[in-house]
């Protein structure tokens, strides 16, 4: 069955940092693009980084460019989102979802349960 | 990188067919044909209904059907079930920098 599950969401303080993680099975892994989406309290989605299926390119949304570093494993099937500098606005279900094509350019076909990040005081 | 345009919410009785238009710029959906949807209902993660403008993956209806035109694409719901009702947003790649760009979202309401 192909599967993603997030964790590493929680409670962190402004200027904080949380390094969120996301396991896949069931697929290629190293085959596809992989995307972090995230979605605050009673809003919309909102793309936040993307990268490619080797790891050798990656791509942020200007909202966190700077702040956020989206990585990979591949011997581990993992995905990993490092969030620094945190803020209030960053409060969101974080979503990892699974790309049609090994460049982040198509659909997401496959997404994970989401983990919660509040950023608060 | 502004969001897509969606409308706030549409309805229709069962049965009936609703359209949802997603509008965007020549740098996002008039440019590529990589338009995607997504139906999303409370509490519970996105589920990709509609890729590549109107491909349809594997256990989604053929009720939902998917277009585009110059710089609006859209998606059509025919004969409206009351599992229909939910949030639906549409998805565009954008360019190398930019990515992804979301539409605003579409409550489905069944009346």
């Known amino acids: 069955e192909v599967q993603l599950v997030e964790s590493g969401g929680g409670l962190v303080q402004p200027g904080g940092s949380l390094r969120l993680s996301c396991a896949a099975s069931g697929f290629t892994f190293s085959s596809y693009a992989m995307s972090w989406v995230r979605q605050a309290p009673g809003k919309g989605l909102e793309w936040v980084s993307a990268?490619?299926?080797?790891?050798?390119?990656?791509y942020y949304a200007d909202s966190v460019k700077g702040r956020f570093t989206i990585s990979r494993d591949n011997s581990k099937n993992t995905l990993y989102l490092q969030m620094n500098s945190l803020r209030a606005e960053d409060t969101a279900v974080y979503y990892c979802a699974k790309g049609c094509l090994k460049q982040p350019v198509d659909a997401f076909d496959i997404w994970g349960q989401g983990t919660m990040v509040t950023v608060s005081s | 990188q502004s969001a897509l345009t969606q409308p706030r919410s549409v309805s229709g009785s069962p049965g009936q067919s609703v359209t949802i238009s997603c509008t965007g710029t020549s740098s996002d959906v008039g440019g590529y044909n990589y338009v995607s949807w997504y139906q999303q209902h409370p509490g519970k993660a996105p589920k990709l209904m509609i890729y590549d403008v109107s491909k349809r993956p594997s256990g989604v209806p053929d009720r939902f059907s998917g277009s585009k035109s110059g710089n609006t694409a859209s998606l059509t719901i025919s004969g409206l079930q009351a599992e229909d009702e939910a949030d639906y947003y549409c998805?565009?790649?954008?360019?190398?920098?930019?990515?992804?760009?979301f539409g605003t979202g579409t409550k489905v309401t069944v009346l």
């Open positions: 990268i490619s299926g080797s790891g050798g390119s990656t």
């Open positions: 998805c565009s790649y954008a360019g190398s920098y930019t990515s992804y760009v």
